[in-house]
């Protein structure tokens, strides 16, 4: 049993995946972020009733989800600089992981948006409300609420995803678990903790999802 798993080196290499699981946090977080405001300005972008606005961002959204993820990684940190824009990894990293749930996100907006009643919008314009102000005050607090289940779901495989970003030696957590082994030539302890820690982080932050949702339901009830 001692031969499968070593429980000394289990609490040696704990503290080393708890500081690259701050990599990996800040990485999630950050490039959610980022998918959240992205994907609501692609959205809004293209209900706009201008052809040459909605269809140049309807094209650009496709294109971003109809390609891996894992180019769009490489495209960013190793393209970019022949066009004079150089990122760090991580920054790379965010970024792509950003663009690309984005581009999701905005597909998650525009069903809210759609379920407003036409009502709305006609009630805004009757008060003479600007674009900005109708989006503000009246559109975007009904459509969020009821979208904000698929945007968690978007949260969580975001965070699945950020061990691609070891392709482009972004210490996070997958690629410190794969230098670790092989380093020791002891994959199971390394692997094995890695996956626990995606388990609880994606456990955790469904419960914090519905929280969220059950409070956001009361305050709209109330």
Not at 54 to 65: D, K
Not at 104 to 119: F, H, Q, T
Not at 156 to 179: D, G, H, N, R, W
Not at 191 to 218: D, N, P
Request: aromatic fraction near 14%.
């Amino acid at each position: 049993m001692n031969e499968i798993w070593d429980w000394a080196y289990t609490w040696e290499i704990l503290p080393i995946l708890a500081r690259a699981s701050l990599v990996t946090i800040q990485a999630t977080i950050l490039g959610f972020i980022l998918a959240a405001t992205l994907g609501l300005v692609f959205a809004i972008l293209r209900m706009s009733q201008s052809p040459w606005i909605s269809l140049p961002v309807a094209g650009f959204v496709e294109f971003i989800r109809s390609t891996p993820l894992l180019i769009q990684i490489f495209f960013i940190f190793f393209v970019f600089p022949e066009f004079g824009i150089v990122l760090s990894a991580l920054t790379a990293g965010i970024l792509a992981l950003g663009l690309h749930y984005g581009t999701y996100c905005s597909e998650v907006y525009r069903a809210g948006l759609a379920n407003i009643p036409r009502g709305q919008w006609e009630a805004s314009t009757a008060l003479n409300l600007s674009g900005y102000h109708t989006f503000k005050d009246v559109i975007i607090p009904q459509a969020i609420p009821p979208v904000v289940p698929a945007l968690g779901n978007y949260l969580v495989a975001l965070f699945k995803e950020t061990p691609l970003l070891s392709a482009i030696a972004v210490l996070e957590l997958m690629q410190t678990a794969k230098i670790l082994g092989s380093e020791t030539f002891r994959y199971t302890e390394p692997i094995t903790l890695v996956g626990i820690f995606f388990l609880v982080f994606s456990l955790v932050t469904a419960a914090l999802l519905r929280q969220v949702e059950g409070w956001l339901k009361r305050r709209g009830g109330g």
